[in-house]
């Protein structure tokens, strides 16, 4: 490979082999956007090019690339203890890192079960809900409830409560699933942070109860903050009624923080930092700061109690669920170690003090060609912008990709630009992104 050779010595026959997830693969493999290797808040391209990371990998890698700490930690595992089966018997780690998982959830969560995604998490926590509710003696509470622009993964259940209608369509039916509408609203265009109005929208699920019944309703699902249809905060007051709704009528409420999970937000968690506490939280990503597959969810204590409860002779297993990874130990060096960067860095603080930063940045775009609205949280930050006559997913994917040529990785989805920038971004880092975005935009 030279260090200009865009395709990074792949052959033809190699391209065609990989069937690529969630990409254009027609297009990709004639222009080809290959990653040779990361560090800190930059990729190297095939090309040869540094490359601004301005989504964190996917929302993953908030501490940065290629740390350190993390590769030493894993390696080290790899040598001491490469496997250990996750059904029936398990090692050291897995209880170490599900009490320091434990430690940055709200008070009350502090069972954690291990899933190797967020897919897989928004599985595990749909079904624990669905069983929770037969072992409590109340079988009919199975429907699960999830709202419009929902993103939980692709898996059954997740398509299902997710509410992004490109990912269901191919599919057909899958598990029975409601939803509650979005809650983005005509008047809530270029606001900063979270919108005032919009609390309203959780009384929508007084008429979901109205139309199924609460007797046979097992869960809702929600992201604090949506990510994946593009950054859409809370309004003030939403995630509060939607808990005080949930509560008034047995049905559990699922935090997906599969994002917003471990700092993004300026807090620990979205639950944290809106103030609102759920029965189950669904972790991934940034949990291993993106390095080896590892997922979680993490139960309030009385759903763990009730599968103990009622689960059968002492020997017998009262979850039926799990994956030949689930606690995997090299995933689990790597999550103790990211977690202690997050701590010892004072990331999580310092995503707080960024935030204002990346407010006051993407909003000085508003006025721009094509932009319909900015909406901006934490560390994550999206543009709407308006379809080109007959292909409404054009425009973003131009700017993605003149992005790309002018060094910065962004995410375009829907009809949506996405920020996520890296926790330990520069303030002249953010300007940087933002401004080359500004002029992308305007030269279309
Ligand atoms: C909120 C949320 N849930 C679930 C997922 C799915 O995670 P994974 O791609 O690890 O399966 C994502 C991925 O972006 C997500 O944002």
Not at 26 to 31: L, N
Not at 93 to 117: C, D, H, W
Not at 249 to 278: K, Q, W
Not at 281 to 300: C, D, F, R, S, Y
Request: charged share 20%; with cysteine; hydrophobic share 40%.
């Amino acid at each position: 490979m030279t260090a200009n050779d865009k395709f990074a010595g792949i052959t033809q026959a190699q391209m065609d082999a990989h069937w690529m997830a969630f990409t254009g693969n027609r297009q990709f493999k004639q222009d080809p956007r290959i990653i040779t290797a990361a560090k800190g808040a930059y990729f190297t391209s095939a090309d040869g090019r540094q490359i601004f990371d301005g989504l964190s990998g996917l929302w993953t890698c908030g501490a940065g690339h290629s740390r350190d700490e993390i590769t030493e930690a894993v390696s080290q595992q790899m040598k001491t203890l490469d496997y250990a089966p996750a059904f029936q018997f398990s090692h050291p780690k897995a209880f170490e890192l599900a009490e320091r998982i434990t430690q940055f959830m709200p008070a009350g969560l502090n069972r954690v079960f291990y899933t190797n995604s967020g897919s897989e998490s928004a599985e595990t926590s749909l079904k624990i809900a669905r069983a929770y509710w037969r072992k409590k003696g109340m079988p009919s509470k199975t429907k699960l409830i999830g709202r419009a622009k929902g993103y939980h993964g692709v898996n059954w259940g997740g398509i299902s409560v997710g509410g992004i209608g490109p990912n269901r369509a191919l599919f057909g039916e899958a598990v029975a699933a409601d939803h509650l509408p979005h809650t983005v609203l005509p008047e809530n265009k270029f606001i900063k942070g979270m919108p005032e109005t919009g609390a309203h929208k959780a009384e929508d699920m007084l008429e979901l109860i109205a139309l199924h019944d609460a007797s046979n309703i097992a869960a809702v699902i929600v992201e604090p903050l949506a990510g994946s249809a593009g950054v859409l905060p809370p309004p003030v007051g939403y995630l509060k009624r939607l808990k005080e709704i949930c509560e008034q009528h047995d049905i559990l409420l699922i935090f997906d923080e599969v994002i917003t999970g471990f700092g993004r937000m300026g807090s620990n968690t979205g639950a944290e930092e809106f103030g609102v506490v759920p029965d189950m939280i669904n972790v991934a990503k940034q949990l291993t700061n993106g390095t080896i597959p590892m997922g979680a969810v993490i139960a309030k204590q009385e759903i763990y109690d009730v599968f103990m409860e009622n689960g059968g002779p002492e020997y017998a297993v009262e979850l039926p669920h799990g994956y030949t990874y689930s606690a995997h130990p090299v995933a689990c060096a790597a999550a103790l170690a990211s977690l202690d960067i997050l701590e010892n860095d004072k990331l999580v603080p310092r995503v707080k003090s960024l935030a204002p930063v990346l407010e006051e940045s993407i909003h000085q775009l508003k006025g721009l060609p094509y932009i319909t609205d900015i909406r901006n949280y934490g560390l994550a930050a999206a543009l709407t912008i308006d379809a080109a006559p007959g292909e409404p997913l054009l425009r973003p994917y131009q700017i993605a990709m003149k992005m790309w040529e002018k060094g910065f990785y962004i995410r375009y989805g829907g009809d949506t630009i996405q920020l996520g920038l890296p926790f330990i971004a520069e303030p002249e880092q953010i300007d940087t992104l933002v401004s080359a975005l500004g002029d992308t935009i305007k030269a279309l």
